[in-house]
Every structure is written in C-alpha cells, then in structure tokens.
C-alpha cells in the first residue's frame, strides 16, 4: 500500500501555475514579445516591471476577495498590460493573442521537485490537474511540459464552465478520479483559489507557500502549510 493510502489519502488534485509551474519567466516572456510586437522595438524593464507588479497585485485582490472571477483570466493581462503602457487596436488583438499563448506555454517551467514527485506517485493513486484559465492555454502548458503523461485527469475552467473555488469545480474533481472528498488531497499556492475550494469541498488542503506569503484572515485555514510539493507529499504521508 502506497504511504499516502496508509495516511488516509487515496487521491491527489493539483493546481497548475505556481504550484507544479513556475509560470512568471513565461508570463514576462510573453508581455517582452507583445510588446516588440506592437512597438518594434524591445521592452523596456520599468515597463515590464509594471506589467508583472499589476499581475500581481490582481491576484492579491482574488484571493483577498476585492474583485471577481471575470476579472481574472484574459480581462487581467489586458488590464496589466494597459496600465504596462501597451495599447493595441482591435486588429492587432488576435495575433497578440497567439503571442501571449506561444510564449506562455513556452518559457515557464516545472519547479525542480515536481518531475520527481510525480514519478514517486505516478501509477499509484489517482492524480488530477484542476487549473483556472482558458482552455487551449493551459492545455498549451500542460502538454508542453509533458504533465499528462503522469497526471491523469485534467480539468480547465475555460472547459468545464466551473470555477475555483466554486463547489462544483471540486465536486467534478472528485468524481473524476472516484473518491469521496475527505479521502482526497488538494495542493495548491491560492489561498483564495485553491484553499478555499478545497477546504469547503471537505478535501485535505495544503497550502504551497514558496516565497513566504502570509496567509488572508480572512479566510479558512489550510490543513498544512508548506514551502514545496516535496515537503507537502511528506507532511500528507505522515501517520495520525
């Protein structure tokens, strides 16, 4: 019996940017590209600076419930790149649009401990992606960076219509891999994405802290908190 299974744990779900992805290289990547795209000339840093720093404080605001889910996703790095400096007319907006999925896809990567501990699970338990985005980005990453290979299950907001951390996104979650909520594990690094949804939904929470946030009071706890996805299979695995 793997040791998760002895520690009550007969399933795993995981968010996909900033928890198994390093997506920020990627996201400046992209923003460098639409921006050389629009102007003809490079970025410059002030400007890519902005652009990363609103991305940011967009997501601070989720998770400290101030804005909405419509303002996420596409609405978001319009918003960003506007307030960036970067205008583009209506005819420009389709290919800018190819940029920022191109490059997206392309220039993140996997945090260095997720290949191995996909392998250590892989064929073990049943493990699952439920990511927030459209559908053929983060499909783009996915198979870029070879996850369906040991991630068998993959659900995308911009595909199924529900939402972290709407009940629902993670009720689909634990029907896809058959196990009832409190048997699953839920890792991710939103506290008002994924923690939330995964604490309502009864599942085992783990909270991804990799640089140190703190977490929002206002929302409830994670059932632990970690620095990578090593520490967290560690924390999952231990008796009582």
């Known amino acids: 019996m793997h040791r998760l299974r002895a520690a009550g744990i007969y399933a795993v779900g995981f968010d996909l940017d900033g928890t198994l992805l ?15 795209f629009i102007t003809g000339e490079p970025c410059p840093s002030a400007r890519l600076e902005v652009y990363l720093g ?23 790095i319009r918003q960003a790149a ?8 209506p005819s420009q907006l389709p290919a800018l649009e190819e940029i920022y999925l191109e490059m997206a896809a392309a220039h993140g990567h996997l945090f260095p401990e997720v290949p191995g501990c996909l392998e250590q699970l892989s064929g073990r338990l ?19 960076h070879g996850l369906e290979l040991r991630i068998q299950t993959v659900l995308i907001s911009g595909e199924t219509g529900s939402a972290k951390p709407e009940r629902d996104a993670f009720r689909r979650l634990a029907e896809a891999v058959g196990e009832v909520p409190e048997r699953i594990a839920f890792i991710g690094d939103s506290p008002g994405s ?27 706890a994670p059932w632990a908190t970690v620095t990578d996805l090593r520490r967290a299979l560690a924390v999952l695995s231990a008796p009582g």
């Open 22 to 36: 390093d997506s920020e290289p990627a996201e400046a990547a992209a923003f460098e590209e639409m921006w050389r």
């Open 54 to 76: 609103e991305l940011e404080a967009i997501s601070l605001a989720w998770d400290e419930g101030r804005i909405s889910a419509e303002e996420l996703g596409g609405a978001a």
């Open 82 to 89: 506007l307030k960036a400096g970067l205008k583009a007319a």
């Open 126 to 144: 049943p493990l699952a992606i439920l990511t927030n985005g459209p559908g053929p980005l983060q499909r783009r990453k996915i198979e870029r």
């Open 194 to 220: 994924d923690m939330l949804g995964a604490v309502l939904a009864g599942m085992r929470a783990v909270w991804l802290n990799r640089y140190g946030e703190t977490y929002p009071g206002r929302l409830p």
